[in-house]
């Protein structure tokens, strides 16, 4: 809460006091010499300090894309941690370049909130778990459950929805730190835990016995998420979702971190073009030519990401699904580079 | 004589000017801020207020329902946030005033057990003690499947404490009307009772009489079958228990580390009430021929109660904006509601401005009516 109120008071001293500058933020990053980007609270597979302390995750990637697109090097770059209620005024007061944050994609954010949202990097979508000593099955047979959330975003909402739909009541329990939320989960306060299905993962991950929990088949919403800028500055927000388009694009192309150096000598016109070989697609956006050679060469391509930091392997264990390419069943598209 | 060289003038010349800065300043950061969010095309105003809520509050003192207005969600933590408070403050002071007499009981073994009390208590800031009680409510006590029967309807988990719940079934306006006349009827007589105590100087029954006038009507009405009264009791349903009473475990953490600090607070306040009265009336009472105890019930304490007055207004005012603590533990307060409000909105600055709005208005208040009794109870000076 603290941290929370300083951050808006922070924003909001912001607002007040100074005259947004509406120069474009490329050059604003470029002479900083580093790229800000707004990252969730120590999220395990997302955005969580590893024991080098160097920032770890699915968000933290994406981030590091943007910075090599700019600076040829992923490591010029800063991550703020934000908090869920503040992550929007941290963009808009400038505090933080790009937010990359587990940030579901919304109408009335994008419309009200003064910022774009990029690509959708992750189609997720809010789940329940449960003890599986309680015997349930489904969401819908949790009627007059007490359910255990983190505040605001879109989860208290849904929840609401959901069993209006279904007819039945619930008491809702709201917890402003996710520590709070998880342990009071693990205590018995609450039958059930809802949130994002990924972040389930990363709870039941963090777990004493993570096989004693289960997460519920329905999915009660859509939740794409998007890392996003402030409005109004076109030019950042192409560098922003090209980065992350070009790591999809890699993925489908066979590209990755291993065999970048050798994908340079490709005959491909597609993959001559997104790493600079040929064309200046750089240039158009300001950006060195090499561009999506840095980028693959700092991150690798949009599978290696997923895998590495929440896929099957990990702690999170979590199948490519909707997430897998287009020509793999899954929704990850990304248009042409030409 | 030069106008300029008027005190009086030139005092009101310079009350104007810092009138006018400080308006200015106001303006100006008003219209800095509305041109930026303009210019970043977000949405400014209060018409957020009459969209739908669309979120569940758990703890509703009066009548919410996720389909309602975000301005009665935010009224539903308004009436939270006093609740909470005003439970803490009383039962805080009550407790606060026996701490602190007992603090300067003759026993050593009592003084030094309040001592110890009021310092673990001061000296820790309130949100661990938040955490605190929070943890060991959820921790010590079973889930709500395996609840302890306390009595019979009554089930202790870490789902809460549930209770079977008394309703008036038919008949509630005319008990309320009844109790209302049997109140002020009470309070009536007792006055009359008391008057005429000190001007005849002989004891009489007047506040038997106020009690039976407070219960007996009532009573009759009840036993001439005038009002009935049902019974909510808990069931164990698939999950939890539901119906009866039930008292939350944040709502209960809260109060408790509340009603602690108030009265740790309250201790301090009235020993240091007591001591400043002098020994000469303790000295005098006892020449009287008063008992200890009531020495200090009818001649240390009501004097000390004009200077208790004072620092108490402070004590209130601060568990007040303590209460704001709340969002720790899960309680829905009015910070917590307008948090969810502010997430679902973005309307971050509309909704602060609401809630310091609301907090400013209500320490005002209590300010107020602390400053009206203070003035009631204050030594007339004549």
Redo the contacts between chains.
Sequence with gaps: ?KH?FLA?CA??TA??????A?AGTLDTVKARGKLVCGVSLATPGFAAPDDKGRMQGFDADVCRSVAAAVFGDGDKIEFVPTN???R??AL?SGEIDMLSRQTTQTF??EA???LDFGPNVFYDGQGLMVAKS?GVSSAK??????ICTL????T??N???F??TIGGK????????PD?NR??FF???C?AISSDRSDLASIRAVANNPDDYIVLPETISKEPLAPAV???DSNWRDIMSWSVWLLMAAEEKGITQANVDEMLKSQDPDIQRMLGVTDELGAMLGLDNKWGYNIIKAVGNYGEIFERNVGEKTRLGLTRGPNAQWNAGGLVYAPPFR | MNILNDMRFRAFCYQIGAIGLVAFAAWT?FA??S???A?????TGFGFLARQA?????ETAIAYQ?TDSIARAILVGIVNTVKVSLLAAILGTLLGLFVGVARMSRNPLLARLALAYVEVLRNVPLLLYL?LWY?LI??VF???KQALNVLPGVFLS??GLVLPAVFVESGATILALIVCAGIASAILIWRISRQRRITTGQSNHGAFIACLVLLVPPLLLWGLGGVSFGWDIPQA????L?GGLHVR??FVALLFGLLLSVSASVAEIVRAGIQAIGPGQWEAAAALGLHRSRVMRLVVLPQALRLIIPPLTNTYLTVFKNSS?A????Y?DL??VS??V?????Q??ET?AIFMGVYLGLSIAISLTMNWYNARVALKER
Excluded at chain 1, 15 to 20: E, G, R, Y
Excluded at chain 1, 151 to 154: A, H, M, Q, S, V
Excluded at chain 2, 54 to 58: A, D, N, Q, R, T
């Design positions: 809460m929370g808006i924003a909001a607002l007040l006091a100074t005259s947004v509406q869920i209620n503040t929007f005024q808009q009335s954010r009200s909130l003064g309680l047979e949790l009627t007059d459950a007490a505040p605001g975003t879109t208290a909402q929840l609401s929805d069993f209006r619930f008491e809702l329990v709201v917890f402003e730190s709070e342990a009071a205590a018995g306060r039958e402030r409005q109004n | 950061m800095t801020a041109d930026n969010l210019k970043q095309n977000i949405a669309g979120f569940v509050i758990s996720p955490f943890s959820i921790l079973p889930p709500v870490n789902s349903g698939r999950f939890r539901t475990p944040e603590l969002i720790a533990i899960g829905p910070v917590m948090n969810t502010m997430n679902q909105t973005g971050a600055i602060i």
